[in-house]
């Protein structure tokens, strides 16, 4: 099952928030933003994790979005944190979401190139 939770408080991370002059606040939450969890993490290159912020912050409307590591492999992707939302994102998001990161994985060994 896909899985929404609030975003995790902590250290703020070094990434902006594409289009905003705010840093990236998946370790120091802000209102608005939402952790979108998969039901499994994917291996995918850099490229491919960027197409993945990229489509997230496409289909959800939201001012940022940051591949989010699996909990106890950072290797993978296990979600992505979007941020300027006034609400979650619904089951169908989530669902189209993990979707296009299994995609991702299973196409040219995660690369993630000429999504659009």
Not at 21 to 35: E, F, I, V, Y
Request: hydrophobic share 45%; glycine share 14%.
């Amino acid at each position: 099952m896909l899985t929404l939770a609030p975003a995790p408080g902590g250290v703020k991370r070094g990434g902006l928030c594409y289009g905003l002059a705010l840093p990236m606040s998946l370790r120091q939450p802000r209102a608005g933003c939402h952790d979108l969890t998969f039901r499994a993490g994917f291996s995918l290159n850099d490229a491919a994790e960027v197409a993945l912020e990229d489509y997230a912050r496409a289909i959800t409307h939201a001012e940022g979005a940051e591949a989010v590591p699996e909990a106890g492999h950072p290797a993978r992707v296990g979600g992505v944190h979007v941020c300027g939302l006034e609400s979650a994102p619904g089951p169908a998001i989530l669902a189209d979401l993990e979707h296009f990161a299994r995609d991702l994985a299973l196409r040219h060994e995660g690369n993630g190139l000429g999504w659009a």
